[in-house]
């Protein structure tokens, strides 16, 4: 039986389908704080999230591929080091208090609107050279997206698409595309260490997952005719109002 919960997480998967195809993150920004509020605890939020953004990010990732925007090479230099140190997010969440959790959550996120200003200072349509060494910069942007999936639930994209303008000189298109396409990985390797934890519900994650599969074919055939400004305003924006809400829930979680 259908019931309010199942509609919401469908619908909650839609929305962060679309915010993945067309801003390069996994949608964990949109689906933990959706699944806390539901009443999950945080650590089951994160792991499962991670299950609805693996199918999400395979969706999208297919689409970019079919319509000739996905570098395989981009996405193995970044994915592999993400696998890996994405096991060390796990390892953590498992271990840090919930509202602690939340509040980290919340801080990356406010962290990022200030990457995401700071980029604007840098003339990225103009360069394609790298600022720093191409393999630490590499190892270095895939490791902190790694983390970031196994320890909040997110692809990584969050701190990726910044990271990759920033120190590998990559345009926002293609750094998004990429992402989306590293959040693959990142998202297995998360999602494997939460299940051997305990810690994903299957149905909660296939229902977010399924909807968000939707919403990625949907925002990766937008993605190519949207203007850069309107994206970063869309990203900046979401980010705010999310740092918010995520502080309020850590809130609730200390005083409950």
Known sequence: MITLDWLILASGGLVSGILAGLLGIGGGIILVPLLVTLGYVP????????????????????????????DFKRVIYLGLPAAVTAQIGVYFASRI?????????GILLLCNIYLLEFRKHINVEDRETELFNPILSRLGTGGAAGIL????????????VPLQMLLLGEQIKVAIQTSLGVI??????????????????????????VGGLLGAQISTRALPKLPN????????????????????????????
């Open 97 to 105: 208090t919930p509202y602690l959790l939340l509040v980290a959550f």
């Open 149 to 160: 999936a196994g320890l909040f639930g997110v692809g990584g994209g969050v701190i990726m």
């Open 43 to 70: 650590v089951q939020a994160v792991a499962t999230s991670s299950l609805a953004i693996l199918i999400t990010s395979v969706s999208g990732s297919l689409q970019n591929w079919r319509m000739g925007y996905f």
């Open 184 to 209: 693959v990985s990142t998202a297995v390797s998360a999602c494997i260490g939460h299940a051997a934890e305990g810690n994903v519900l299957l149905v909660q994650g296939i229902l977010l997952g």
């Open 229 to 256: 400004s309107i994206m970063n305003f869309v990203f900046r924006f979401f980010l705010g109002i999310l740092s918010i809400y995520v502080f309020w829930q850590a809130w609730k979680v200390y005083q409950g």
